[in-house]
């Protein structure tokens, strides 16, 4: 499969300056997915091309930075019947995702529509560590995952649980260099949960839960009705 994602930006700061910026970025995508009954394998190749034209209302700089990106992805099916529970099935679902993102020094660029994203538990499969474009984090990680769902008669989920961590296989030289790479990207994720509770078809209970990369305490905890 073929895919093309491109995007225009301009950016004026309104402070009484004349600083403004025009932005282009386009991703063209080679995807090879392999779905079986159980198991689903996909392979991706990205190639990430972004032109800046920053002008602060006395220099000129035009900067262009190339970042080739693969991530392999695999997931795997199992289904059983509740013998307790008549009618009801359990399905158990682990995941693994690797992703790597070579370096790239990218000070000369500035800070436009970026800020960091949050460790929840979808986030650990997600590409990117912030919003925008403005900065694209070198990585070599893998992602573990696994998610179990008991459904109904009628195949609804009644309840889902799921939990999940990243592990970096390298540090992140974007942020070691500016000195807070310790602090922003340990060498492994928060260990983050989710659970979700359908108490009938209008009512549906949700909770999650980070924790710290050393399981020593809840960074953030967030429950939904």
Not at 23 to 47: C, D, I, Q, Y
Not at 57 to 64: D, K, L, M, Q, T
Request: proline share 4%; aromatic share 12%; net charge negative.
């Amino acid at each position: 499969e073929y895919d093309l994602f491109s995007e225009l930006s301009h950016f004026q700061r309104n402070n009484g300056t004349e600083e403004k910026t025009s932005r282009l970025h386009a991703e063209p995508t080679l995807l090879s997915p392999l779905n079986f009954s159980s198991f689903n394998v996909t392979s991706e190749v990205k190639l990430m091309q972004t032109w800046y034209q920053q002008d602060s209302g006395e220099n000129e700089e035009s900067i262009s930075r190339t970042l080739p990106q693969f991530k392999l992805y695999a997931d795997v099916d199992f289904e059983r019947p509740l013998k307790f529970t008549p009618g009801f099935t359990q399905t158990l679902t682990p995941k693994v995702q690797y992703l790597y993102v070579p370096y790239e020094d990218q000070q000369d660029i500035g800070i436009y529509d970026t800020a960091l994203l949050r460790d929840d538990y979808s986030g650990l499969f997600r590409e990117r560590r912030f919003s925008g474009l403005d900065r694209i984090v070198d990585t070599n990680q893998v992602t573990l995952g696994m998610t179990t769902t008991i459904k109904d008669e009628n195949n609804r989920p009644k309840f889902t649980a799921s939990i999940g961590q990243t592990f970096c296989l390298e540090r992140s030289k974007l942020f070691e260099e500016q000195g807070d790479s310790d602090e922003i990207f340990p060498d492994r994720s928060s260990l983050a949960g989710e659970l979700s509770y359908s108490i009938n078809n209008q009512w549906e209970l949700n909770h999650a839960m980070q924790l710290n990369e050393q399981q020593s305490s809840v960074t953030q905890s967030k429950s939904t009705l």
